[in-house]
């Protein structure tokens, strides 16, 4: 059984089964409870407990998960930390004691909309029908609202297609699209088939082409700067306070990138500071980067210097999926940015003629994200306003991932696995150009309301754990 888990914003408590009953099992934090007509109760889970169980289990059914369950306390439990169930049943010959028979998230986005997902009853206890009282739970949980008597207009799930006739009975009878797993060579991609654009990424020669950073030293550095002017030059004790605050969180964001610089890089900055370390780390990475790919013919990719504008993430996502989920867009892409040494990378493309009229920064036209899984690495989301500007995002993730691999092996195969819909006629061109086949078909199937969106944008939808 697979659907997949979601994200949402934070839940507030309320039952989770048709007919509840508070249970004595232990989990921190946790809400138990009970069907009347069945001895399967569920627990809510803690953060460590759905990172160990969720990552497990999706191993165990080869769903590829991210590495080490890393993105489900980064990102996805975050989403709706009330929104992760294990159901469990009474062990026998051991009074009071519980084994773990069903796993399955019901992540809550707002008031509007819920997605279904990490759906898995343990082999040996299915057609038992823990399977079906573990989805009703999960349901409960997705359609639960702030207001007595109104449910959630949406709920949306990405289902294997052995499952669909099963969906469909549990009134998932809307159709979003399918989605085509493409699954492609990393490293042909650098060097064969886009070996051109590859290089031309490396000597930072694609237009607006940019890293996704994490309240980059520079950020809050403007942040700073714009504190102080706008405390003025004249009350020194009004002005402490903002300078002071904003100093601290330079410090304390310098401080962060030194560390995981200097784990990544293997360098000893005990003796160096401030711009002296920035100095250092950015000579040793391109050494090291420019020995290890000079028979590549690549050379390392050029220091960033422009930004990316956060604010309009979030409503591309929703524009091109529907999912409206602004919090979660924003913890996705963090856990994925500014983070080398674990081989999670991000990137975007700016738009050199047009500025947003709010901020004022450069229209963001396209973002995307990479991650290690067990046995690839999984590419999502892949959003582009043109075939063009998505390819771009595709071979920068893939030469960012070779780099990594060169310099700190992980050992995962460098593979690309995407999620693509199947209405996007351009995504499927493009992957079909490159020769990457479809190696795992799913449903994307809602409950309800089918959120409004344009999927001309999605060449890679974020995850099927999460929508």
């Known amino acids: 059984m697979l659907t997949n888990t979601p994200a949402a914003t934070t839940a507030t408590t309320e039952a989770t ?142 289902g294997v297609m052995a499952q669909v006739d099963n969906y469909r009975r549990s009134g998932f009878t809307e159709v979003g699209w399918l ?25 930072d020669e694609i237009p607006g082409l940019v890293d996704l950073i994490v309240r980059d030293k520079l950020v809050l550095r403007e942040e700073a700067k714009k504190q102080e002017e706008k405390a003025g030059a004249t ?9 002071t605050t904003a100093t601290a969180d330079v410090t304390s964001a310098e401080k962060e990138n030194e560390q995981r610089n200097q784990s990544f890089l293997g360098l000893k900055a005990d003796a160096l500071v401030g711009s002296d370390f920035q100095d250092a780390v950015e000579s040793a ?4 980067t420019t020995a290890v790919l000079a028979p590549l013919s690549l050379a390392p990719t050029a220091p960033v210097t422009k930004l990316a504008d956060w604010a309009q993430l979030s409503p591309m996502e929703q524009k091109y999926t529907g999912l409206k989920r602004p919090g979660f867009v924003r913890d996705w892409v963090q856990f994925h940015a500014d983070h080398p040494e674990y081989h999670r990378f991000t990137a975007a493309v700016l738009s050199q003629d047009q500025k947003d009229p709010e901020s004022g920064l450069p229209v963001v036209l396209g973002y995307a994200c990479v ?28 030469c960012d991932m070779v780099q990594a691999e060169k310099i700190k092996p992980l050992g995962v195969p460098l593979e690309m696995d995407i999620d693509v819909p199947d209405t996007n006629a351009e995504a499927i061109k493009l992957f079909d150009g490159l020769g990457w086949p479809n190696t795992f078909p799913s449903l994307r199937m809602w409950n309800g309301k089918v959120p409004k969106h344009d999927a001309s944008g999605v060449f890679g939808i974020t995850t099927l754990e999460v929508g």
């Not at 997902?117 to 009282?133: D, I, M, Q, S, T």
């Not at 009350?235 to 300078?243: E, F, I, L, V």
């Open 179 to 203: 989605n085509e797993r493409r699954h492609g060579s990393a490293s042909d991609l650098v060097h064969k088939q886009e070996k051109d654009l590859a290089e031309k990424i490396s000597r």
């Open 17 to 158: 089964a048709t007919a509840t009953t508070t249970s004595s099992t232990k989990g921190a934090g946790a809400t138990a409870a009970s069907t009347a007509d069945s001895d399967i109760i569920f627990q809510r889970c803690s953060d460590k407990e759905a990172q160990e169980l969720f990552f497990n289990w999706s191993k165990t059914e080869q769903w590829n998960p991210g590495a080490k369950g890393a993105d489900i306390p980064g990102a996805m439990f975050k989403a709706d930390p009330q929104g992760f169930f294990m159901g469990k049943v009474p062990k026998k010959d051991s009074p009071g004691e519980f084994e773990t028979v069903s796993m399955i998230s019901g992540v809550r986005y707002g008031e509007e909309q819920a997605w279904i997902g990490f759906y898995v009853v343990a082999p040996e206890h299915r057609g038992r029908g823990y399977g079906l009282k573990s989805f009703q739970n999960a349901m409960k949980h997705a359609q639960s609202t702030s207001t007595d008597g109104v449910i959630r207009p949406s709920v949306g799930l990405d």
């Open 285 to 288: 990475f391109t050494a090291a």
């Open 235 to 243: 009350a020194s004790a009004s002005k402490a306070p903002a300078t």
């Open 371 to 398: 991650r290690p899984a067990e046995s690839s690495y999984r590419v999502g989301p892949l959003y582009a306003a043109t075939p063009k500007i998505a390819k771009q995002l595709l071979v920068k993730l893939a």
